[in-house]
């Protein structure tokens, strides 16, 4: 709540306000008291807040085992065959309860799959965008987290800085769902995941019927190679600490100067030693596509990097994902196309996007099943295991 400068006296004085004592400092230089508080952060002051006893969260894969990447793959796969194929009811478990869905970005796949996952838990969804909650703008996250997890049974949040997510959910009571920070979108990951599953093993009949849960993704994922064609941004972070767990090979290209972070890299690295898996980088796109099983890119320019366009684009020159990228870097006969959306043609082709090498709109509808499988998680199981 901001200051009104109308209710202090005409004089001169400074109010000085601490949030930590009682007093109440006085100078003879006027200095609107409203520059002393620190709405993003709490650093500036002291608090006797204390952050919330160790709870189960779902902010990055890095914190998962693969059997608990497994477990939501699986469930995801197991919803999709009961609500879509069997028309099965959920009986209800979340009646009563309310998901708080804080997006300080917009949203259009992750909002529906949120909100429509929810409902079929027999939940409340209860959307809070950037113009109606004040998310590190006039309230720091810390009481942010405090209050809204004191009414709500959960929190999905979808942030701009990393640290924003991490802040909610150390001060939240509540399980908190990472939507998509500047540094992971774990939630696209495993619908990228349970669509390599479907379009790699056994295949159904015809439209009408469905076979992914009759076969593990353990026997479907390990071995498949995965090419990145883009920016070492979120998505491929995500990827990075994710795809070593379950033996899934990445190969990266990015423009120089694109480079994901080392620490993530690090991560993936001691992860692929563990399970021998291959982790390669590039800076050549027909390098990185060679023997690719499936060829992923993303946007360019992604929220909040609208001045770069120009440069980013001449940047990423060569890094289109077409049909003769493919045949000429050596990708395998059968190579599939994914893409989280939106997307734009500098990034890859109609003749590509359109083709029924493209899976992309399945891969949108999984986000559904793979949100539904994390709520069901955190807020009815109350794990991942």
Known sequence: MLLNHRLFPIAKVKFIINRTSSNINLT????????NFNYLGVNSYSTNVKPASSGIHYITHADLSSQQIYNLIVSAIQHKHNVKYLNKQSG???????????FSKRSTRTRVATETAVAYLGGQPMFLGSQDIQLGVNESLLDTSVVVSSMVDGIMARVGSHSDIETLAKYSTVPVINALSDRYHPT??????MTMHEVFGPQPKDESSYVAHLTHPKETLPGLKV????DGNNI??????????LGVHLSVATPKGYD????????????AVKTNTEI????DPKVAVKDADVIVTDTWISMGQESEKAKRIKDFAGYQVTSSLAK????????????????????????????????????AENRKWTILSVIDALLVKKSFD
């Open 280 to 283: 390669s980088f590039t800076h």
């Open 236 to 245: 491929l972070h995500s990827m990075l600490v994710t795809f070593p767990k």
């Open 92 to 102: 209800q478990p979340l009646s009563g309860k309310t998901l708080a869905i804080m």
């Open 188 to 193: 696209q990951i495993l619908a990228d995941l």
């Open 328 to 363: 000429d870097g050596g990708a395998k006969p059968n190579w599939k196309f994914l893409h989280c959306l939106p997307r734009k043609q500098e990034e890859v082709t109609d003749e590509v996007f359109y083709s029924p090498r493209s899976v992309v709109f399945q891969e």
């Open 28 to 35: 003879n230089k006027w200095i609107s008291p409203i520059s």
């Open 227 to 230: 090419a990145w064609i883009g």
């Open 260 to 271: 994901p972070s080392k620490d993530v890299v690090k991560i993936a690295q001691d992860e």
